[in-house]
Every structure is written in C-alpha cells, then in structure tokens.
C-alpha cells in the first residue's frame, strides 16, 4: 500500500473512532484484535514470527479490554470480562514462546462471541 493510501486509512480509522460511542469503540477494538491476530495467525503458519503482531493485539486487549471495564457498575460482567482477557493475553504470551497457531485460533474463538454482543448491543441503539 502506498503512502497516501495509508494515511487515508489511517484518518479513515481516526474519523470511525472520533464518532463512535463506548460500544462502537468496543467493536473496532475487537476488529483492530482480530485483524492482528489474523496476521500472527498466518505468519505463524508460514514459519514467521509476528512480534509485532502479537504487541498490538495484548496492547489493544490491556489498553481497550481491560482498561476500559468499569468494576463499579459492572461488578460481576466486568469481573469475568477480565478474566476472559487476562487468559487471552497470557494465551497470547504462550502462542508467540511456543509458535503456536492453534492458540492464537483459540483466543479468536474465545473472543468472537463477545464481539458478536458487542456488534448486536450496537445495532439496537
């Protein structure tokens, strides 16, 4: 991709996020996860190592996931969701030491369902 298209796409994602509310922004974090957990996943598979790959997807899952959850009003919700991404970023840590796709296809698994409630709470508001 050249440069110009990559600067559009990067004030393309700017301009999603400056609009979106709390539960849009949930879902493009979900997106930005997968989309680098997709790479790692077939770097992997090609005998490549995706460091930086594996980086951006715990960093979005500490920085967005988790710093995100409100142990307040959520009590229990929030208290499982951190669970959930607490295993993720320690499933991610063993994928990347042990090269191992099948793991990164589990926290895809692990966190599809979540997404999909977040996309449906979006849609109905």
């Not at 700017?14 to 879902?27: F, K, P, Y």
């Not at 960093?59 to 009590?75: A, E, H, P, V």
């Not at 969701?81 to 796709?101: F, K």
Request: charged letters at 25%.
């Amino acid at each position: 991709m050249n440069k110009a298209a990559l600067k559009y796409a990067d004030s393309d994602n700017l301009t999603s996020v400056m609009a979106a509310d709390a539960r849009e922004l949930i879902v493009l974090i979900h997106q930005r996860i997968f989309d680098h957990l997709t790479t790692a996943k077939k770097a992997l598979e090609n005998d490549q190592m995706p460091a930086d790959s594996f980086i951006k997807a715990s960093d979005l899952i500490i920085k967005g996931l988790l710093g995100c959850l409100d142990y307040q009003k959520g009590k229990e919700i929030a208290e499982n969701l951190s669970v959930i991404y607490l295993w993720a970023i320690q499933e991610l840590i063993s994928a990347r030491a042990e090269r191992s796709a099948d793991k990164v296809q589990d926290v895809i698994n692990t966190l599809t369902p979540l997404y999909e409630a977040w996309v449906e709470i979006s849609d109905r508001v």
